[in-house]
């Protein structure tokens, strides 16, 4: 499946592409998600009309990027099938925020799904340094981190390569400048761009559909709308220390072998991270998460709409 939006889904099958209805049948089959399908589903269609069809299976999943639906509490997957998950923020225009990247990384952790960090708008900024040393932080983890513009093309050659052959997701918050880098990226993509609030400083969402693109150089690239928050469901609260490799490689120290690292006593990842072998705004992302905390770009009393949350549940046209 290549394209969901809030009236119908759309499958490339047969060299074509058929805009599909769903079975009625796999909102019950289903029912842990917020939707059956998701952009990158493997699926089964059934055409009755010269462009339609209806969707009547969906296949198993080798990986997924998901998150909480904060009104229902379900898993909603924003993509199935990727081979890696680039996490992209900016530097500034919005502010670099870096609760949303831990939380990106533990859902491609989940998925044993290879991750990549973008700090773009890097041309924004004139004192590069203590972005350089978060970049540090997470390289000395293991994640990769490159810096870009799609103004002065830095990077983007790079980022170039790193797509290629493979089925790739740009997930971040809104206005990090995601559909201008795959333009830099790809131009022929023609993607709408957005400005930046002058009066917040916040992103417009632009990206109104999850999108499954192809590239020249061979493979597919998913521009995402971006949102406001990204809730993990579905972990023990000792689970949570498993997708952070840090605190992963530390825990089998611990004195209990489901220990949180919060409250218990002999735990070996307290005591690294008073030693400082534990970043600090690492470690209180995870308790964050272990708490349901969630970690919003904006402020609370601000009315940013998340598109991401604005359809409802059967947008995809089910049939009996």
Known sequence: ???????????????RRWRCTLRKSLFHQMAAYTRPVAVGDRVAIRIFGPRDAVIEKVFDRRSCLAREHKITGRQQVIVANVDQVVVT?????PPLRRGIIDRLLVAAEREEVPALI?????????????????ARIYRA???PVLFT???TGEGVEELR?????????????SGVGKSS????????LKLKVGEISSKWGKGRHTTTA?????????????????????GIVGLEKWQVGLLFPEIKAIAPGCHYPTCTHTHEPECAVKRALEEGRIDPERFESYLRIVEGEEDLLFDEDEEEEDVMDTTPETDAGERA
């Open 161 to 173: 390569s790193r797509l290629e052959g493979l089925t790739t997701v740009l997930a971040g918050h």
């Open 181 to 188: 880098l795959l333009n830099a990226v790809q131009p022929g």
């Open 1 to 15: 499946m290549i394209r969901l939006s809030a009236r119908h889904a759309v499958v490339q099958a047969e060299g």
């Open 149 to 151: 513009s799609a103004v």
């Open 141 to 143: 983890i293991g994640y």
């Open 89 to 93: 923020v900016s530097l500034a225009q």
């Open 210 to 230: 999850v999108s499954l693109l192809p590239l020249e150089g061979g493979g597919f690239v998913v521009d995402t709308p971006g949102f406001r928050s990204f």
């Open 118 to 134: 973008v700090f773009n708008k890097c041309d924004l900024v004139p004192e590069r340094e203590p972005f350089e040393e978060v």
